[in-house]
């Protein structure tokens, strides 16, 4: 089954403390990136990758790394939590059509962080 | 700026037609409608994507507009899973230059009513 899975599901964590989200995709998907949803602000991207050893700062990328060593995983590091990071986390795929086109984005099942 | 329109909420009776409206009267040429559904906190899923012409698929219909400043969603027989935020996302054909064009706005709640 095609599929975008994210681990872990859930996650509290303390100030400081450094984490790592995972997220693979089993569908050889060049772009891959990160999003957080906040209540009244939507999902806003974090970083993004259109292929290994590539990645770009989307939206809101303080406080946040990735790395893209691989085609099919994309970790979202959090090197120093803080309590502003609570937030609820989605990883995409996507593939890239002819000419670096866009086509339809598939999205993980999503990270519920909070950090105390 | 927000890129599309769209009315906060709606409500539909279980079997009927849901249609979403969304305004998008700065789109350009070399940008596609997509439409997203989020579920209750789910990952969003993919809908439908068009450019100019009407597209169907085994979820929904898209009906854009001649001049393409708006566009409809139509889920023909709505039932009570359909019960989401629907998201219509203004997008660049061309991937990269900075994200991949999804920017979600506050969408569409629709409620299916039993």
């Known amino acids: 089954e095609a599929q975008v899975t994210q681990n872990p599901r859930y996650l509290i964590t303390v100030t400081g403390k450094k984490l790592t989200v995972t997220c693979s995709q089993n569908?050889?998907?060049?772009?891959m990136s990160w999003y957080r949803q906040d209540p009244g602000l939507g999902l806003r991207q974090i970083y993004y990758?259109?292929?290994?050893?590539?990645?770009d700062k989307g939206d809101v990328p303080e406080g946040y790394k990735v790395s893209r060593k691989e085609k099919r995983n994309f970790p979202l590091i959090l090197e120093s939590p803080s309590p502003n990071q609570t937030s609820l986390y989605f990883c995409?795929?996507?593939?890239?059509?002819?000419?670096?086109?866009?086509?339809?984005?598939?999205f993980g099942q999503g990270t519920r962080l909070t950090v105390v | 700026d927000a890129k599309t329109t769209q009315p906060p909420s709606m409500d539909c009776a279980e079997g009927r037609a849901a249609n979403l409206p969304c305004n998008h009267s700065?789109?350009?040429?070399?940008?596609?409608v997509y439409w997203y559904r989020q579920i209750h906190s789910q990952g969003p899923q993919y809908i439908i994507h068009?450019?100019?012409n009407n597209e169907t698929n085994e979820m929904a219909s898209l009906i854009i507009t001649e001049d393409r400043k708006s566009s409809t969603l139509i889920l023909p027989h709505a039932t009570l899973r359909d019960t989401a935020v629907y998201y219509c996302?203004?997008?660049?054909?061309?991937?990269?230059?900075?994200?991949?064009?999804?920017?979600f706005g506050k969408g569409t709640h629709l409620i299916i009513q039993p």
């Open positions: 995409a795929s996507s593939k890239l059509g002819t000419g670096g086109m866009n086509t339809e984005a598939f």
């Open positions: 569908m050889n998907h060049e772009y």
């Open positions: 990758s259109m292929n290994v050893e590539v990645t």
């Open positions: 700065t789109i350009s040429g070399n940008e596609y």
């Open positions: 068009g450019l100019k």
């Open positions: 996302i203004v997008r660049p054909r061309r991937a990269g230059g900075g994200a991949d064009g999804l920017t």
